[in-house]
């Protein structure tokens, strides 16, 4: 075989006369064709032509119930030439065309079948399923049963009922064929359970055989008045539908999922495919409740905050110091912004929070509680923050607070409009931020080029201190040539270290 590196949609886009529902019918075979080789015990490819008329394999899905004949990825490479009178006889047939000739694969002896896939009249290419013969040795019960099924599911490509186009998957854990499955007829009635299916009805609470019984009542005399019963779930007991859903009893929880089987004339039978998954569900309860948890911490943290900056606001109305109710005001400003970054953290179950939105709330406050009444101070972004956790957000949102407040209230000190820029770059643990400023500019007092504190200090120090202690960063304060201020700010983020 030539090896082509190409995917399956690029091979399937050579094909200009696929249109899209052709190729989605593609996709949606591949997405579910799972069942099939594991049923099947067997290799499977899907085989189409390319705009030059040869056959390339588009995909291909090894099963998981025994060893695969294809170690190595087989996805771009043409057939080989001694197959391509099999091959056109295969596309040319409406039903499951068979190989008169076995074939080598590796060590392997191989019979190939062809599964035309066929819509509106039009055949798209081959599923072909490849079997070893030593597989098919010494069979018992449970691996006959398999290939039966996984036989009928295949023999329904031809006639487009699989795969499933109004199939309802909602499980986030789909059951497997190992996992365990149950061959109903069209009565619904248990016609063969598999040992790990058995068991997962066993640990639901059902002691007896379920061979000859009808699923839907094995299932429904497991429920308590108060156990939950999904909708979809009488349908996926009848084997009616392609659909999943969950059965929960006797403190276990089993997922299970329809795949109807159909001659054709009707419906004949069901597959279920069972899947214990009782501790799974254990632990996404264990983590949900963690989650709330942290969730609320945050929420009764914001709200405390927010109690300590009213009761801040409220001293300082009462206070006939200026200089204290400046300070005090100074104080309620910073721990609402704290505040304002747990507010962001409650709203997900996650320490990790969208900094461009917290910081854009904060800025704006920021700039409304410092500007005076005929004042005009407009911000501009330039790059984004991004997912950041609160463990970098709560002291790099009291920094840009800090600067705003600081190019408002000094900056922009008797001009009626300004404008901010804050340009961010961001990569990986290392951060940069830019805030400029058209304002007034630089005092003349400078040292080191640090700006001087203006009044007590205090933001000045605060913005130092969290920049070189926490982020182990810089901080340059310099005149803006057009006029103005800038600020640089170049920090690594603690949480990142272990990028």
């Known amino acids: 075989m030539m090896v082509r590196m190409a995917d399956f949609t690029q091979i399937l886009a050579t094909r200009s006369d696929f249109d899209e529902e052709d190729r989605e019918w593609l996709h949606h075979l591949v997405a579910d064709w799972q069942v099939i080789a ?16 040869d056959y390339v394999v588009a995909e291909q899905c090894r099963p998981s ?3 695969t ?23 040319e047939a409406s039903v499951v065309f068979r190989s008169t000739v076995l074939r080598n694969v590796g060590r392997s002896t191989v ?23 030593a597989t098919r040795e010494s069979n018992g019960r449970n691996e006959s049963e398999s290939i039966n099924a996984g036989k009928q599911l295949y023999e329904m490509i031809p006639r487009g009922q699989f795969p499933y186009m109004d199939g309802v998957m909602s499980q986030r854990h789909n059951a497997r064929v190992a996992d365990g499955f149950i061959v109903l007829d069209a009565e619904g009635i248990v016609r063969y359970a598999s040992p790990n299916a058995i068991s997962c009805f066993r640990r639901l609470g059902s002691l007896e055989p379920m061979q000859g019984l009808l699923l839907s009542e094995v299932g429904t005399e497991l429920l308590h008045e108060n156990d939950p019963l999904p909708e979809s779930l009488p349908l996926v007991l ?13 403190r276990s929880v089993v997922s299970m999922r329809s795949l109807p089987l159909f001659n054709p004339e009707s419906r004949t039978g069901a597959i279920i495919l069972c899947r214990d998954v009782t501790e799974l569900s254990r632990r996404e309860q264990e983590l949900q409740t963690k989650n709330a948890t942290i969730s609320e911490i945050h929420h009764r943290v914001k709200n405390n905050l927010q109690a300590v900056s009213a009761l801040l606001r409220l001293q300082a109305r009462k206070t006939k110091s200026m200089e204290v109710k400046k300070e005090l005001e100074e104080a309620q400003r910073r721990v609402q912004t704290i505040a304002m970054v747990h507010e962001g953290l409650s709203q997900t179950a996650d320490e990790i929070v969208d900094f461009d939105k917290v910081i854009s709330n904060l800025l704006k406050m920021s700039v409304d509680l410092a500007t005076m009444r005929d004042q005009h101070i407009s911000i501009e972004y330039v790059g984004k923050f991004g997912m950041m956790p609160a463990q970098d957000a709560t002291p790099l949102s009291l920094v840009l ?32 931020v830019v805030v400029e400023d058209d304002g007034s500019g630089l005092d003349h007092e400078e040292s080191h080029g640090m700006a001087r504190p203006s ?24 005149q803006r040539r057009e006029g103005g201020t800038r600020v640089i700010l170049d920090m690594k983020l603690r949480a990142a270290k272990g990028e």
């Open 455 to 478: 009044g007590s200090g205090l933001g000045t120090q605060i913005i130092n201190t969290f920049v070189t202690n926490d982020f182990g960063g810089s901080v340059k304060w310099e």
């Open 111 to 133: 019979c190939n079948v062809y599964a035309p896939v066929r819509r509106n009249g039009k055949t798209l290419g081959l599923v072909v399923r490849e079997t070893n013969m």
């Open 69 to 91: 004949l294809r170690t190595d990825d087989v996805v771009g490479n043409k057939a080989p030439a001694d197959m391509r009178t099999e091959l056109d006889a295969a596309m």
């Open 238 to 250: 009848a084997g009616k539908a392609a659909i999943d859903s969950e059965l929960s009893a006797n």
């Open 65 to 67: 119930t025994v060893a």
């Open 401 to 432: 607070t800090e600067l705003i407040t600081n190019a408002v209230e000094h900056g922009f000190e008797g001009l009626t409009d300004g404008h901010i820029t804050i340009s961010v770059g961001r990569s990986g643990k290392n951060l940069n």
């Open 38 to 53: 594991d049923l099947s015990f067997a290799d499977l490819l899907l085989v189409v032509q390319d705009g030059n008329g």
